[in-house]
């Protein structure tokens, strides 16, 4: 069965400094991956998706992703962490991808804090 | 474009009630889909309906149903409420194939 593993419950950055939130995934093809964030209260909003291609993929706000197969893995990334990133991050991928679903499968988050 | 719009934002019932959520995909999204979101669970999914049939349903007992309108709106009904049921409920709208866009949520509080 298809899932998701973010080891990070919480983690802490300075405002400036870069960031790496971890992801991995288990899933038997090529699996299509998104990041979300989510402010307290509020629904998810996408920060970047990967389908095919590339494997280094952008999103807003000024994340990255990169996708490796060997290591099973969808980090996200942003050099410099701005106070307004402080929120709770959701990695996800599509079960079963073929177009007959669009159901989600979530990792645990990780709740970004940023020091002034 | 408008966004996915859930109604309404927040919701206090008391055990035993029913409830109704409801969910405006955007425009030309077909899929819509449902999840329940605590603090001990996580995100989980719900069900998830294409045009007007569910086509995934999640590990939830029966109280928890849906229905998808031939607009593509959805509602979901919560029947016989338990505390256990205090949530966030979001739904999310899609393409075929395509990324989920998600609304802001319906904060549901049972007492």
């Known amino acids: 069965a298809q899932s998701v593993t973010q080891p990070d419950i919480h983690i802490t950055v300075s405002e400036g400094a870069s960031l790496e939130l971890r992801c991995n995934y288990s899933?038997?093809?090529?699996?299509?991956l998104f990041w979300y964030v989510q402010s307290p209260g509020q629904g998810l909003q996408l920060l970047l998706k990967?389908?095919?291609?590339?494997?280094l993929v952008q999103g807003i706000k000024g994340f990255e992703a990169e996708f490796k197969r060997s290591q099973s893995s969808f980090n996200l990334r942003k050099p410099s962490v701005h106070w307004s990133d402080a929120a709770e991050y959701f990695c996800?991928?599509?079960?079963?991808?073929?177009?007959?679903?669009?159901?989600?499968?979530f990792g645990t988050g990780t709740l970004l804090a940023v020091q002034p | 474009k408008a966004g996915v719009t859930q109604t309404p934002r927040y919701l206090i019932k008391t055990r035993g009630q029913q409830v109704t959520l409801s969910c405006s995909p955007i425009s030309g999204h077909r899929s819509v889909s449902w999840y329940q979101q605590t603090p001990g669970q996580g995100l989980q999914f719900l069900f998830e309906?294409?045009?007007?049939?569910?086509?995934n349903k999640g590990n939830f007992p029966g109280r928890f149903s849906g229905r998808q309108f031939s607009n593509s709106r959805s509602e979901m009904n919560v029947s016989t409420l338990e505390l256990g049921d205090s949530a966030l409920y979001l739904c999310?709208?899609?393409?075929?194939?395509?990324?989920?866009?998600f609304g802001q949520g319906t904060r549901l509080t049972v007492v």
């Open positions: 996800a991928v599509v079960a079963n991808y073929g177009g007959a679903t669009n159901k989600l499968i």
């Open positions: 999310a709208s899609s393409l075929v194939g395509g990324e989920a866009f």
């Open positions: 899933y038997g093809a090529t699996p299509y």
């Open positions: 990967y389908f095919s291609g590339d494997t």
């Open positions: 309906y294409f045009s007007e049939t569910q086509r």
